[in-house]
């Protein structure tokens, strides 16, 4: 009988102690050791002026630094004269020191996407294969659209307003009769396609930032232009679209062009910086995924002709500045990248009549730091199948579908301009499951295709200059 006393001792002993261990558990997630308790204050006490994604917030120039300690600072004292409220009393310090460590990691992360030390070769290990970089074209401002001809040359448009064609040889002709456009801000000559039948009719087309001046006032829209070349000239122009309204700004051109399987065009415009009238509307022409015929002509499936209201060339709408869009002729998806501003570029796969948000629901903040909605989902809107923070500024984009690159092969390969790499994405059941930054350092990556030789080609800017990658 004198054991139970001490068996009884025994049990309150593991008991107390189960429960000071469980209250000391308890106690430190209240104290905000979790990143979830950090993101929650963040939420209440910030995200207001700075946006809900912390990691898209991070993405600026610190004025008092990026220490731990400077940014304890900021937070716990505020900087009244600008519109930071102290913090002192309402958020306890070692949350505040959280959430300073916290932000450090994201701004890491950001410093991490910067290339670390400049390009001492043209020869790259990647993690799956080592490649080399043969140069086929120069002397450049930015090359924008590529193609690749049957015989071998190359069609190169520059951003500045020439059209080019380079030989195997590495000669560059200029190719007359262009459309004459506006190559200042964002617009210039930009993408450009063979038609699928090119061998049979020779029609090339071009997306370009065409420009009236009524009053004197420079207006601007995205046109689509087809013709065929002819002793160096292009000629039997036909313009087969032109974006609705005009505007005075000088961005967002969208213009990337491309082929479906089934021979119709589709092509992006951009919603021009104008991201309260456009995107959301379909009685316009701005921040959308058109498709056309080959000839102008609007398909009669098209989601929107019957609307009454409607843009009939209309395939998709709520698009930002889309400047990437390929067809994966083994499964039919359309890809398509489009800018965010800080942070929040988007990787979508295109479907019919959707809403692609924009700027209604985003992953992102503006570039003066201010958040531009709190809805990263909302229904009836589609969701991105994976977003960049930070802002790695994608640009042209392609899939390798060339045995040349056996370890690459279904990847997509998109063009980061503010990073200056090229981005390969893996997918497996159409999902991002990896990404790999290339040639890192190169320059400001404006374009990726795929040549009729299986080759890949990348289009760097500003010097601007032409790649072929080939695998050693």
């Keep these: 009988m004198k054991q139970i006393p001490a068996l009884i001792k025994v049990v309150v002993v593991i008991l107390t102690s189960v429960f000071c261990y469980s209250f ?10 979790s990143e979830k308790r950090i993101r929650k204050i963040y939420a209440q006490n910030c995200s207001g002026c700075h946006g809900e994604i912390m990691e898209a917030f991070v993405d600026r120039n610190w004025k008092y630094g990026t220490a731990p300690d400077s940014i304890f600072k900021s937070i716990k004292k505020g900087s009244p004269d600008f519109g930071m409220p102290s913090f002192n009393n309402s958020i306890k310090d070692r949350d505040i020191r959280k959430m300073a460590e916290m ?23 990647t993690q799956e294969m080592k490649v080399q970089l043969d ?24 951003r500045s307003g020439e059209l080019y064609r380079v030989d195997q040889h590495r000669n560059k002709t200029l190719i007359k009769g262009t459309p004459k456009v506006l190559a200042e801000g964002q617009g210039g000559l930009l993408d450009l396609k063979l038609h699928p039948a090119y061998e049979d009719n020779g029609w090339v087309y071009l997306s370009y930032s065409k420009f009236k001046k009524p009053d004197s006032i420079v207006l601007t829209t995205t046109a689509i232009v087809r013709g065929k070349i002819k002793d160096n000239e292009f000629t039997e122009v ?25 021979g119709y065009l589709y092509f992006s415009v951009g919603e021009r910086g104008n991201e309260k009238q456009f995107p959301q509307s379909t009685e316009n022409d701005n921040g959308k995924i058109h498709r056309i015929f080959d000839d102008g002509r609007i398909p009669p499936d098209n989601p929107f002709i019957n609307d009454g209201k409607s843009k009939a060339t209309i395939w998709s709408y709520g698009h930002r500045n889309p400047q990437g869009l390929i067809f994966e002729k083994s499964t039919g998806i359309i890809w398509e990248t489009e800018h965010g501003p800080r942070g929040g570029d988007e990787l979508n796969i295109i479907r019919k009549g959707a809403n692609y948000g924009w700027p209604l629901i985003c992953n992102c903040i503006n570039y003066n730091g201010k958040p531009i909605t709190n809805l990263t989902q909302k229904e009836g809107m589609e969701q991105a199948e994976t977003y960049w923070i930070p802002s790695i500024a994608p640009c042209g984009m392609t899939m390798i579908t060339s045995d040349r690159y056996p370890a690459w092969k279904g990847n997509i390969m998109v063009g980061s301009l503010r990073y200056m790499y090229l981005d390969r994405i893996v997918l497996k059941n159409n999902k991002v499951v990896k990404q790999e930054k290339l040639f890192s350092g190169l320059g400001r990556m404006r374009n990726a295709e795929m040549g009729r030789d299986g080759y890949l080609y990348i289009a760097v800017e500003k010097p601007g200059m032409v790649f072929r990658v080939k695998p050693i």
């Design 24 to 33: 000391a558990i308890s106690k430190r997630n209240d104290d905000g050791s």
């Design 103 to 125: 932000f450090v990691h994201f701004i890491e992360d950001v410093n991490s996407y910067k290339p670390k030390n400049k390009l001492q070769s043209n020869v790259f290990e």
């Design 135 to 158: 140069t086929i074209a120069t002397g450049m401002l930015s090359p924008w659209g590529f193609a690749q001809l049957p015989g071998g040359d190359y069609l190169i448009t520059d």
């Design 238 to 262: 036909q313009e087969i679209f032109e974006a609705l309204p005009y505007t005075r700004t000088k961005h967002h051109f969208g213009s990337k062009l491309m082929f479906d399987d089934k």
